[in-house]
């Protein structure tokens, strides 16, 4: 049997909008819908809102100038959006106007390939996959690489924010707008990608904020049962579980559920910026990662849960 070509992880970047907010401040400003109190006891302080006028697009260009002298001989371009409208960055305005739907697929990969003079790089979009498709993108990452011979670097990039006056809460999290990056590559650094699992349960697409919460527990157990289960791993062999910024209160029960010490589960950034949409894991990741806590042969887990209703998570080891 053909061995399976192995598929690291490196090079993490990210970028937030550019104003910082306390919870008393978009409390105020009516970005915010909850009492402010139970925002502080699920872990969050602060969130980050884009300017008017700065683009989804803009915040991913601000992710990978980070990773600039990485983006050579770069084979493909994974660009994820959780909001549908950020995978456009052409005007509707001048299509109610002129009736043409150029206007309304003006691609922002295609945009990044030119900008960034990737000139080798095809592009993907992906847009259904909520606040997962991140982790989404590695996935297919990891796809490509294991079967185009000639497929050996991959961007992956995901950036969203919201529209201007929308409110900054969803299923009772608080959201900053903001854009993450990183290379999936056949070339062993920062990562091996060792395992991925996906679930959709699309019966709940429009699921309340309430049933949102209620079927998270379950759906978090057996999704990361199922990946670990993938990886022929125990939750015993896992060092390091990198969630998305949500209650932490939530992880306090699933840590014990799991059976893991909730001090390995890592949240670096959930006080400074909250829900970051897709960009979570990857913030995170860096600032664990930056912290120089973890070791060579260390497994994590990361995982995230978004509307859709979608589930998914990858294993990886430090190498």
Known sequence: MASVKEVFVSHLAYALGEQAFTLEESGRAHRLLSELEQFREAGFSEHRVCRPGTTA??????????????????????????????????????????????????????HLQADFEMDRASVIGLNQQACTSMLGSMRIARGLIGTEPEVKKILCVTADR??????????YNVISDGAACCIVSDTPAGFRLLSHHAITNGALA?????????SYFNYTHRLIEETLSKASLKMS???????????????MIL??????DFERVYFGSIQEVGHIISSDNIVNLKKLEDSGKIRPGEKLLLFMAG???????????KV
């Open 57 to 110: 697009y803009e915040l991913a260009k601000n992710a990978v100038e980070q990773i600039r002298p990485e983006l050579t001989a770069i084979d493909a371009i994974i660009y994820a959006t959780c909001l549908p409208l950020n995978g456009n960055i052409g005007s509707f305005a001048k299509f109610r106007e002129t009736r043409d739907v150029k206007h309304v697929m003006d691609f922002p990969a295609s």
């Open 162 to 171: 919201f529209p201007d006056g929308a409110h900054y809460e969803q299923a």
């Open 206 to 214: 429009q699921a309340s904020d309430d049933e949102t919460v209620g």
């Open 237 to 251: 062999d896992i060092s390091w579980v990198v969630p998305q910024n949500t209650n932490v209160n939530a992880w």
């Open 255 to 260: 840590s014990r559920l799991l059976g893991i």
């Open 307 to 317: 509307f859709g209703l979608n589930w998914q998570a990858v294993v990886l080891e």
